[in-house]
């Protein structure tokens, strides 16, 4: 019952590229500032792209971030098997006064 | 180095208490707020609450609010989530994670401890 909608699968051959996109609203992502994260198996969540589209350091830039009104999509290009994990889009909703995270994409290379 | 060690979690019965702890360094801890998240088993990242800097603004999921309380302890680098009335659907591992702002609006969760796992059954 998330509030933000992501596709739960995408896929491409190594060294292609995906996008995921993170669909939501006014109060959420139309008003606040987006993030991204990815989680290999077993393992904490880490955060790929802040405020839309910043890259913390230590991410390659094979890692970009978008928004455009109320949805927001991340693009992985040049894709590596290491890639093979779930990602999130998270961002606040103002109307709810909470946080809120996307349902998930697996991301499987081919 | 920063870091976040979670403690606590364990196996409790429906109706009982928990009390999670966050132990924080690498970092001036009260710069910046604070988050719970936590995923069942097999599922998805669910925000449980935050706290900014100060512990002026707090606030929780639905799903948990009147039975959890996040606090923080600035002098003690410390988080600390109060869980009562924990039900079935509050299992879960449960993570601190550090926000890049000091208020709660989830400005990117830039570092997330390893989990604290909550069992809730009978």
């Known amino acids: 019952q998330s509030v933000l909608t992501q596709p739960p699968s995408v896929s491409a051959a190594p060294g292609q590229k995906v996008t995921i996109s993170c669909s939501g609203s006014?109060?959420?992502?139309?008003?606040?500032?987006v993030s991204w994260y990815h989680q290999l198996p077993g393992t904490a969540p880490k955060l790929l792209i802040y405020?839309?589209?910043k890259r913390p350091s230590g991410i390659p830039d094979r890692f970009s971030g978008s928004k455009s009104g109320t949805s927001a999509t991340l693009g992985i290009t040049g894709l590596q098997t290491g890639d093979e994990a779930d990602y999130y889009c998270?961002?606040?909703?103002?109307?709810?006064?909470?946080?809120?995270f996307g349902t998930g994409t697996k991301v499987t290379v081919l | 180095e920063v870091q976040l060690v979670e403690s606590g979690g364990g196996l409790v019965q429906p109706g009982r208490s928990l009390r999670l702890s966050c132990a924080a360094s690498?970092?001036?801890?009260?710069?910046?707020?604070m988050h719970w998240v936590r995923q069942a088993p097999g599922k998805g990242l669910e925000w449980v609450s935050g706290?900014?800097?100060?512990?002026?603004?707090?606030d929780y999921a639905d799903s948990v609010k009147g039975r959890f309380t996040i606090s923080r302890d600035n002098p003690k680098n410390s988080l600390y989530l109060q869980m009562n009335s924990l039900r079935a659907e509050d299992t879960a591992l449960y993570y601190c994670?550090?926000?890049?702002?000091?208020?709660?609006?989830?400005?990117?969760?830039?570092?997330w401890g390893q989990g604290a796992l909550v069992t809730v059954s009978s």
């Open positions: 405020e839309n589209n």
């Open positions: 006014s109060s959420n992502i139309g008003n606040n500032y």
């Open positions: 998270g961002t606040w909703d103002s109307s709810l006064s909470a946080g809120v």
């Open positions: 690498g970092f001036t801890f009260d710069d910046y707020a």
């Open positions: 994670a550090k926000d890049r702002g000091e208020q709660l609006w989830l400005q990117g969760l830039d570092y």
């Open positions: 706290i900014n800097w100060n512990s002026n603004n707090i």
